[in-house]
């Protein structure tokens, strides 16, 4: 069978899905999310496919003709200690299993969508030199709704090493599959995990997975390179020959020596008697096993991989030498994080717009701070943007005439042109890195796309990404502090000429009041996350690996901030909201319009837990405005 042969055939998408082409070079933060909320399914530009087949063959002829790192050498501190050519499929294997240590709760499934998206993309690129059939096997789980478990804890900023080792043990068919389907369609926007059915993915309860995995035996795993079952593979299925009860120690899962490995273009697995699995000669390497997935392709009963019909399950494929190294050598999951908590900042932040026009007109501000000219003259693209879309929303001319009701306003409406712009700005800088990092190669070795070589370097250190995303929390937090001084001033009489906290009945009653106590316990959190993360320090690896950029501690900490950004910013909106319903004045604007027609109504003292929460899944509509 040609290796170099395109992948399965996918069956046909939904009528009604949009088709987002990988190649390596072009994908979009958009397209990311579509892909990582099966909005769309995944298909693979032919001209990258074969631009990632002529990586994996130079990267055989390469390792032909000297040894190259995690291949021909261990890793790490390891790295210059020799791996023999016949050991070489055995030691990634090894080097999988070895670094599928995450820990933690288990991540969302859209987390781990977007990076397999991402890690198909960048392979995609063609710098990894692993074999094709990873890619179609990404591709394939992307189309059939299954994703890995993977834990969040494990990644530094330097490659997303146990991430990518637990999805590499999943792919050949070491661990299970997980459905997807049931929560990627819809979760609560912007940046919150689902609820209901994915509390099982976002790790409040990952008791039933492991009790199921600790339950499991090993099966059939045979497959190509292409990500088809293998024509002589080994093993019958459960419990067919070769089948042992070792049990393997990252997931209590009782299996045989039951990695599917291949030695170069054919593998050496098989004695040429079907279903009798020979051992390697010498060094004592794991022998190939029964295998999982290969028998429910046939026609006969198959395992499934928790709860997941086994013709939703991708074909395991073949491990081959070089392969492991090539699939950890990347940062996929803090990218796929980082793009998400991008997602989440656009929403909000443009939500952010409609939200403070409404306090400005509610404390009858000065329309000043957002006219054209000063703009203009302090061109900064974030604080045009920002008091161009406040004029938008509020119908405010170009050039006001004057001042308003005061010839200055507090901070929160004055300055927020300029605080805000400064979070569009950094919005926009972390969607470039992103869109750098998910469509180039950062694995090393680096293949030459020339054929010439293969380079060893450090493009897999995320700074860029770390950085820009601190930018971005940085940001976020000074325009959340200006939302919590606007929800301030609307409940000061002098600002709105209203009543105290726009309450109503006897003058004691509190109205808004809480809501400044609520706002600013978020504001906590998206305190707490602006700290830099990439401020830590660790020597790892006897001191070869002497820092760490801490880009996924950065990506998960935007993934916090928004969604206690949504807080703080739903808290304003309720308080804007009440104060132009009391307003002698009202404006009439779309903003106000829709606002106002899906908040509850009321302004008696009264529980306001569900109007902030009604507020918040209104905001990306909001920002569609």
Excluded at 79 to 84: G, I, Q, S, Y
Excluded at 87 to 109: C, Q
Excluded at 238 to 262: C, I
């Amino acid at each position: 069978m040609d290796p170099t042969a395109p992948g399965p055939v996918p069956p046909p998408p939904a009528p009604e899905a949009t088709r987002v082409v990988l190649n390596g070079t072009s994908l979009t933060v958009g397209e990311l999310i579509a892909l990582a909320d099966g909005a769309a399914v995944p298909a693979v530009a032919p001209e990258a496919r074969e631009r990632a087949v002529r990586s994996w063959r130079t990267a055989q002829r390469l390792a032909a003709a000297g040894r190259l790192y995690g291949r021909g050498t261990g890793v790490g501190a390891h790295r210059a200690v020799t791996v023999d050519a016949d050991d070489e499929t055995a030691h990634g294997l090894r080097l999988l299993r070895s670094h599928a240590g995450g820990a933690g709760a288990l991540l969302p499934a859209r987390q781990i969508r977007a990076m397999l998206a991402i890690r198909a993309n960048q392979l995609l690129a063609g710098g990894s030199g692993i074999q094709p059939a990873f890619v179609d096997a990404l591709i394939e789980a992307l189309r059939l709704g299954v994703h890995p478990a993977v834990n969040e804890y494990g990644g530094i900023g330097t490659g997303d090493l146990t991430a990518l080792a637990q999805t590499g043990l999943t792919l050949i068919g070491e661990r299970p599959w997980l459905d997807s389907e049931v929560t990627t369609r819809r979760g609560r926007e912007p940046g919150a995990h689902p609820d209901g059915a994915d509390a099982l993915l976002d790790g409040r309860s990952t008791a039933g997975l492991y009790d199921w995995l600790d339950n499991r035996r090993a099966g059939d795993r045979g497959a190509d390179p292409d990500g088809r079952p293998a024509a002589g593979a080994v093993g019958g299925g459960r419990g067919g020959p070769g089948a042992g009860s070792r049990t393997r120690s990252d997931l209590g899962v009782p299996v045989g020596e039951d990695a599917r490995v291949g030695d170069g273009p054919a593998s050496r697995a098989d004695d040429g008697r079907s279903g009798v699995p020979s051992r390697r000669s010498g060094g004592g390497g794991p022998a190939t096993g029964p295998a999982r997935g290969a028998e429910g392709r046939r026609g006969a009963p198959a395992p499934t991989s928790a709860g997941v019909a086994s013709d939703r399950l991708p074909a395991p494929v073949t491990l081959r030498p070089g392969d492991a190294l090539a699939l950890l050598s990347s940062n996929a999951l803090a990218l796929a994080q980082a793009a998400l908590g991008r997602h989440a900042l656009d929403v909000l932040l443009r939500a952010t717009h409609a939200v403070a026009a409404l306090s400005l007109a509610a404390v009858s501000g000065s329309p000043e701070a957002y006219a054209a000219p000063v703009h203009a003259l302090r061109p900064y693209p974030g604080a045009a943007r920002a008091a161009g879309e406040v004029r938008r929303l509020l119908g405010l001319p170009d050039r006001p005439s004057g001042p308003g009701r005061r010839i200055q306003d507090p901070y929160g409406f004055r300055a927020f042109p300029q605080v805000h712009g400064c979070a569009l700005d950094a919005a926009e800088r972390l969607r470039e890195v992103v869109e750098v990092e998910i469509n180039c190669p950062s694995e090393n070795p680096l293949v030459a796309p020339d054929g010439t070589g293969a380079y060893h370097h450090g493009g897999f250190f995320a700074a860029p990404l770390g950085l820009a995303l601190e930018a971005a929390n940085l940001a976020l937090l000074q325009t959340a502090q200006l939302s919590t001084a606007r929800l301030t001033a609307l409940g000061d009489p002098g600002l709105t000429g209203l009543t105290p906290f726009l309450a109503a009945g006897p003058a004691s009653s509190s109205g808004t009041m809480i809501l400044e106590y609520t706002a600013h316990s978020a504001l906590a959190e998206v305190r707490a996350c602006a700290a830099p993360a990439s401020t830590g320090h660790a020597v790892l690896s006897r001191g070869l690996e002497e820092a760490a950029s801490f880009a996924g501690q950065a990506a998960r900490q935007t993934l916090r901030a928004t969604d206690a950004y949504a807080t703080v910013l739903a808290c304003e909106l309720v308080t804007a909201v009440r104060a132009l319903r009391l307003h002698p004045a009202r404006p009439r604007t779309a903003v106000l319009t829709v606002a106002d027609a899906a908040l509850p109504d009321g302004v008696d003292d009264r529980p306001l837990t569900q109007d902030v929460r009604a507020a918040a899944e209104l905001l990306p509509k909001l920002a569609e405005l």
